[in-house]
């Protein structure tokens, strides 16, 4: 698992260069709320709008999840710690007034660009 890249990966390069491409700036791999250690993707902190993209084996994707054959129960627990952790990180932003915006990896990047050019239009 420390091999998995963090941040950086394929799909938010995709979503980062499409969002730069429209004129958005952001702050990257930034925790939305000082003292939180969990950190957003992409951040837009005058906004209030935080980005996560999620992949799909890490986050349990309903179209890609998968489950592993080998130490299966142990793998079932820390999956379903990351679904649990993703959703008490949205409820604390979205009760600290935060608009957060998940990406799963396989969507494409000019979709998920719309749907958070979307949510920065509400927040302003």
């Known amino acids: ?5 963090r941040t950086g990966t394929k799909p938010e390069l995709a ?3 499409e969002l730069h ?9 930034r925790a939305p709320i000082r003292g939180q250690r ?3 993707d992409l951040v837009f902190p005058r ?15 309903p179209q890609h999840a998968t489950d592993p054959r080998n130490n299966a129960e142990w793998w079932a ?3 379903a710690g990351n679904v649990a952790r993703d959703r008490a ?15 799963w990896e396989h969507e494409d990047a000019v979709a998920a660009a719309d749907r958070v050019q979307v949510a920065l239009s509400i927040s302003s």
Do not use: E, N
């Open 1 to 5: 698992m420390s091999r998995q890249r």
């Open 15 to 17: 979503l980062r260069k």
């Open 21 to 29: 491409r429209r004129g958005l700036r952001y702050f990257v791999d």
């Open 38 to 40: 969990r950190r957003a």
């Open 47 to 61: 906004l209030r709008v935080a980005v996560y993209v999620d992949g799909c084996f890490w986050h349990r994707c």
């Open 77 to 79: 627990a820390k999956l």
């Open 89 to 103: 990180t949205d409820a604390a932003l979205i009760d600290a007034g935060w608009r957060v915006i998940r990406v």
